[in-house]
């Protein structure tokens, strides 16, 4: 079995390469498709859907601390008890 | 749907994670047993040479595939909702999570998709051992990446080697090895692993069943039958010991959840674990006298036997958890929800009178303030709860779907059993020629085999 292995050189390029060029028609519209899913995910819900909220509420890093530490106060009900 | 229509944000936000993670869970724990079922399988075909054991690794592997690259895309989406749905708690216990996520990432994921493209791509380019020893890495891999995403989760449940930071508003890392050997997250991964295992073996016989009732590809259904069965048998029965492990840990470390598993209202000595039982709808409220169930068969003294390894120790129930005085495992007295809440709301005080100081440079007073906070830090959470019964869970769904677990757990222990006595006994396909791999004879899956 060990004579099936290909005796060149092993290169991760051309694995990637003939993996996918010689892949069957089924593999290569799963690949599509998680590709495309990709994209829609990095370029369209990320940025679009799934802002980071707390980067929004503050100007720099510092102030993020600030801005929990108020939130937390605020809803807690210490000074009505 | 209550929930949802009149909730805040945050009952979006717990609905949308909720959903999304609930997603993501039907794919992990497929992938995880699957990875583990394909590399056995293709063990066997380096051991023996036999090119049907190479092809039904082969079929296992694409299924994984298509598998992990849905549970991968979901996981991403839970990561984006920890910035949008969770942005402060992120930063509340980002020196925690950060660790275990960070290592999942950095060595478990890169591990998994390193391996997982000479796995698929590989089989003509390197050797038949690398090629084994890349699928089993594979594996090594997504085990890994669970392992320390419930590290995090572990951590969630019962918060250990850590300090709080006022100043950073961060819960800070003290001691790695504690947040990654606690004894939570090792039952937890235990579990949940064994449990993902015997998943994964009821997939491949679900899925070989089929093709047997079809009369195709027999001959691979019943290779796969025969690694599957063996493995489910096994990994059902390290599920049932992982779970007593995860019983004892939940009853020292949550005795609340333990007592809404088991529907305890009212704690007692030598408490028996309910095998079969139905509550009683009539049931309102934790501390009216209604009786919680309609009917109830017990294993007598079991569930003290389970949480504190004594048949006669004391279980707190509901009502007990809630009202307190009862002993704790470590010899100190259990605090009311009152009691717990009111030094909760000592260390909110706490933190905004040592916002103020810190706004005024007033940094004698902001240290002793910091210091009050650190002292009643265990209960900062019970400071945002208003009332007793918002430290009960849902008991009905808890009891029930915990019951409903334990049963299936007893169930598939039974069905692997049958399968394998059938599949022993060559009664599975009996116009199939069982000769060669398929002529499995009991004992160890790597001896019956040519």
């Known amino acids: 079995m060990e004579s099936e292995v290909k005796k060149e050189k092993f290169n991760w390029f051309t694995m990637f390469w003939e993996g996918f060029t010689g892949m069957s028609k089924l593999g290569r519209t799963l690949w599509i498709i998680v590709i495309v899913k990709l994209i829609i995910m990095f370029a369209i819900l990320k940025p679009i859907f799934f802002p980071d909220f707390l980067k929004a509420q503050v100007n720099d890093e510092s102030e993020k601390a600030g801005y929990v530490r108020e939130q937390m106060i605020e809803r807690s009900s210490f000074d009505s008890e | ?450």
């Not at chain 2, 054991?53 to 299924?63: L, Y």
């Not at chain 2, 016989?205 to 290779?223: E, M, N, P, T």
């Not at chain 2, 006669?312 to 010899?331: C, H, R, S, W």
């Not at chain 2, 100081?357 to 650190?374: L, P, Q, V």
């Open chain 2, 1 to 450: 749907m209550d929930l949802l229509l009149n909730a805040s944000a945050v009952g979006w936000a717990r609905g949308q994670f909720a959903l999304t993670a609930g997603y993501h869970w039907i794919f992990v724990p497929l992938t995880l047993g699957l990875a583990v079922i394909m590399s056995i399988m293709e063990t066997m075909y380096v051991r023996t040479g036999d090119e049907k054991w190479k092809k039904t690794a082969k079929f296992w592997q694409i299924i994984f595939g298509i598998n992990f690259a849905i549970g991968v895309a979901t996981g991403i989406i839970l990561e984006f909702q920890f910035g949008t749905n969770w942005s402060n708690y992120s930063l509340f216990v980002g020196d925690i999570f950060g660790a275990p996520l960070a290592i999942e990432g950095i060595v478990a994921f890169f591990l998994e998709a390193t391996f997982i493209s000479i796995m698929f791509f590989g089989w003509d380019r390197v050797s038949k051992k690398m090629h084994l020893a890349s699928t089993w890495l594979v594996t090594l891999g997504a085990t890994l990446s669970a392992f320390w995403i419930l590290v995090a989760n572990a951590w969630m449940q019962y918060p250990i080697g850590m300090e709080f930071n006022p100043e950073t508003m961060r819960n800070e890392m003290v001691d790695f090895w504690a947040v990654a050997g606690s004894p939570v997250a090792i039952n937890k991964f235990f579990h949940t692993v064994t449990s993902s295992w015997g998943l994964g073996a009821a997939f491949v016989v679900g899925v070989s069943s089929w093709y047997l009732i079809k009369k195709r590809h027999q001959d691979f259904a019943l290779r796969s039958i025969k690694i599957a069965t063996i493995f489910g048998l096994v990994s059902f029965i390290l599920i049932a010991v992982s779970g007593d492990g995860s019983a004892y840990e939940v009853t020292q470390k949550q005795p609340m959840k333990l007592a809404a598993m088991e529907g305890l209202y009212e704690g007692k000595e030598g408490a028996g674990l309910v095998a079969v039982g139905l509550l009683n709808p009539k049931k309102e409220a934790y501390n009216d006298d209604v009786n919680p169930y309609l009917f109830k068969i017990e294993i007598p003294k079991l569930l003290s036997l389970m949480g504190y390894r004594n048949i006669n120790a004391f279980v707190p129930g509901i009502k007990d958890v809630i009202d307190g005085g009862y002993t704790l495992p470590d010899g100190s007295t259990a605090l009311s929800f009152r009691e717990k809440r009111e030094r909760g709301l000592l260390a909110h005080k706490a933190l905004a009178d040592f916002q103020q100081a810190k706004s005024e440079g007033r940094d004698t007073d902001a240290a002793n303030f910091e210091t009050i906070i650190k002292d009643n830090y265990s209960y900062f959470g019970y400071g945002f709860l208003e009332k007793e019964e918002d430290l009960i869970p849902n008991v009905p769904l808890t009891f029930y779907m915990f019951h409903f677990m334990v049963m299936v757990g007893g169930y598939f222990i039974l069905f692997f059993a049958v399968v394998w006595y059938f599949h022993s006994r060559k009664k599975l396909a009996p116009a199939v020629d069982h000769t060669g791999c398929v002529a499995c004879s009991g004992g160890s899956v790597w001896s019956v085999c040519r």
